[in-house]
Antibody, heavy 119, light 107 residues
Framework: QVQLQQSGPELVKPGASVRISCKAS????????IHWVKQRPGQGLEWIGW????????KYNEKFKGKATLTADKSSSTAYMQLSSLTSEDSAVYFC????????????WGQGTLVTVSA | DIQMNQSPSSLSASLGDTITITCHAS??????LSWYQQKPGNIPKLLIY???NLHTGVPSRFSGSGSGTGFTLTISSLQPEDIATYYC?????????FGGGTKLEIK
């Protein structure tokens, strides 16, 4: 079955960077987009961008350009998102989700990674 | 960016009721609209895709309709397990955007 397993919670200092991972299993990693979504505590959902592991093409929400960098490692079927120059506004749960072209939505989600930015 | 205006932001209903949540897009999104259910502390769960298609395993009391700019999610015969926040999401153009959410409570 399709699974997306994300890395654990992170506590990071303001100004630092953090890298979150999303390990895929149960399907061909290089055939589906991996999207990333942000959810601040008690808030709604924001789409960050996607990476297509087959050719490592990426697309970003303009709002997150310079903040998020998406990469993927085909050998380990793992997608990564690096967040840089962290501020309190970046404290959130970050989800990876598999993109299904037919849906233009997300049927499969990772469990989420909580990033807390605090001194 | 396409704005997704979801209403109401909160809703209280009784068990067995039928409720409707609406989502209005700021421009034409054809049928590229998905609905999600998110329970506290859980991940979003896909309910409906392409406006009216029920995702695998989702109970048939959930239904979706609409096209263009206006969409609805209907839950009939409300059950206790339906307590959650519901979000719409457009997949017409990037950046994909979500509605602000509707928090459903049981009276």
């Amino acid at each position: 079955q399709v699974q997306l397993q994300q890395s654990g919670p992170e506590l990071v200092k303001p100004g630092a960077s953090v890298r979150i991972s999303c390990k895929a299993s149960g399907y061909t990693f290089t055939s589906y987009y991996i999207h990333w979504v942000k959810q601040r505590p008690g808030q709604g959902l924001e789409w960050i961008g996607w990476i297509y592991p087959g050719n490592v093409n990426t697309k970003y929400n303009e709002k997150f350009k310079g903040k998020a960098t998406l990469t993927a490692d085909k050998s380990s079927s793992t997608a990564y998102m690096q967040l840089s120059s962290l501020t309190s506004e970046d404290s959130a749960v970050y989800f990876c989700a598999r993109g299904d072209g037919e849906l233009r939505g997300f049927a499969y989600w990772g469990q989420g990674t909580l990033v807390t930015v605090s001194a | 960016d396409i704005q997704m205006n979801q209403s109401p932001s909160s809703l209280s209903a009784s068990l067995g009721d039928t409720i409707t949540i609406t989502c209005h897009a700021s421009q034409n999104i054809n049928v590229w609209l998905s609905w999600y259910q998110q329970k506290p502390g859980n991940i979003p769960k896909l309910l409906i895709y392409k406006a009216s298609n029920l995702h695998t395993g989702v109970p048939s009391r959930f239904s979706g309709s609409g096209s263009g700019t206006g969409f609805t999610l209907t839950i009939s015969s409300l059950q206790p397990e339906d307590i959650a926040t519901y979000y719409c999401q457009q997949g017409q153009s990037y950046p994909w955007t979500f509605g602000g959410g509707t928090k459903l409570e049981i009276k």
